[in-house]
């Protein structure tokens, strides 16, 4: 079922297009997340979801389409325009340092400084709040970030985040090789940053964590947009038909036998 969210959106994205040669990335894409909402990106490979975020992130600029922060038409140039405007992005890789402490990926080139030294105790302090806000469990934010399970090297780049109090926050693919228990933590802190107010983009694969904390689902599909789902009004395979494109595919095909035999 299509759907919009009646909030004014914090980031609306309206008709963007990007090509690189001969290949077009984006064709008039529509996107929109507002402030305590959850919106999921998904779609196969090549569908142009990395492109999506990177322009959303700065990296790369639209060739066509306007991009709208907080009502103000924007031009975002770099990643760090981005983050100036509020938009705060969680990439992949993390980009943790191991060989440092929690306190200093956290605050990795934008430290605090107190007279001539490093404010530590400041820092710390600080850490600690966020977590806390987070109600996220870290041993010791003065432990080695190489010490830490998946689950707390994700919390660890959430926080770091959340340091330049971003209005939209980027997950991507955040549950990816993580195990059950961990995979649990993470949902919880997407859960808990829609519950501080605000506006997520989750890119995933995994349809059971897009399931279990998305609001609303957008699809990609060969560059353009291909659904608009939200959550609650929707099932799985309705999501996975708009990302193949297909009515007929293994999961659908399995539920109607399911629904046929239940019904017989």
Not at 80 to 86: F, P, T, V
């Amino acid at each position: 079922m299509t759907t919009t969210s009646r909030a004014r959106p914090v980031l609306s994205m309206t008709g963007v297009s990007k090509r690189f040669g001969a290949v077009q990335a984006l064709k008039d894409v529509d996107f929109h997340v507002s402030a305590g909402e959850v919106v999921a990106l998904v779609g196969d490979n090549g569908a142009g979801k990395s492109t999506l975020v990177k322009a959303i992130a700065g990296v790369y600029l639209p060739d066509e389409g306007s991009v709208l922060f907080d009502g103000q038409e924007v031009s975002i140039h770099s990643p760090a325009e981005a983050q100036r405007l509020g938009i705060a992005t969680v990439f992949q890789d993390l980009a943790l340092c191991d060989n440092l402490d929690v306190v200093g990926n956290l605050f990795l080139g934008s430290e605090w400084i107190h007279g001539r030294v490093l404010d530590e105790v400041g820092m710390e302090k600080e850490s600690w709040r966020l977590f806390k806000e987070l109600s996220a469990k870290i041993p010791s934010v003065r432990v080695p970030v190489a010490s830490l399970s998946g689950g707390q090297r994700q919390t660890v780049a959430i926080a770091r985040s959340l340091l330049g109090q971003p209005k939209v926050v980027m997950l991507d693919e955040p549950t990816a090789a993580l195990g059950v228990a961990q995979t649990a933590e993470v949902l919880n802190l997407v859960e808990r940053l829609r519950e501080n107010g605000l506006a997520v983009i989750l890119i995933s694969h995994n349809m059971s964590d897009v399931m279990a904390v998305a609001d609303r689902i957008d699809v990609l599909r060969l560059g353009r947009n291909n659904g608009e789902f939200l959550v609650r009004e929707t099932t799985t395979q309705e999501i996975i038909a708009a990302i193949t494109g297909a009515t007929n595919n293994v999961v659908t095909a399995r539920a109607a036998r399911r629904e046929a035999k239940e019904n017989a």
